[in-house]
């Protein structure tokens, strides 16, 4: 079952109790480029600020997800695209997600809408999985020309 997105702004994470813990983005960027003969699209947040329940461990999570596509497809950030891909594949060098809360594991089945674009910002809705468990995002983010995958 899916979470309902937050608005923009938050992440939202259900714990294996089902509780679901909010957090308030404060970091978030994207960059679009190529790399070794791929296009790849790298998404990148932080939420450093607990929400909700305030009353447990803020563990400070942050996620990023990287989608490599061939150097023909044209990829673009624009309103209504959307982006998946897996947790893993080797073909492309091993883990392509990660999301750290508490401990570090794959984001499984990320799907990345875009729902508006304004320049360089991309509002984007994010959800997928960590351990069965959903996990959805909604924040505008910035483009990072230095933005690129940070892990295989």
Known sequence: MRMPFPEVGFLNLEADDGVIEV????SS???????????????????????LPPETE?????IEINIPFGVT????????ARFSSVAYD???????TNIYWFSHSGFESPVIEVV??????ATLRIQGERYDCPVTVCAAFE???????SFT
């Not at 803020?58 to 942050?62: F, I, L, R, T, Y």
């Not at 508006?116 to 910002?121: E, F, K, L, P």
Request: charged share 30%.
């Open 116 to 121: 508006s674009m304004h320049n360089t910002t």
């Open 58 to 62: 803020n563990p400070e999570p942050w």
């Open 73 to 80: 497809t044209k990829a673009e950030m624009t309103q209504g």
């Open 23 to 26: 957090y308030r983005v404060t």
């Open 29 to 51: 960027d994207y960059n679009l480029y190529e790399d070794e003969g791929l296009r790849w699209l790298t998404v990148y947040c932080r939420a450093e600020e607990k929400v």
């Open 143 to 149: 483009l990072n020309p230095e933005r690129k995958r």
């Open 90 to 96: 080797e073909t492309f060098g091993g883990n392509l």
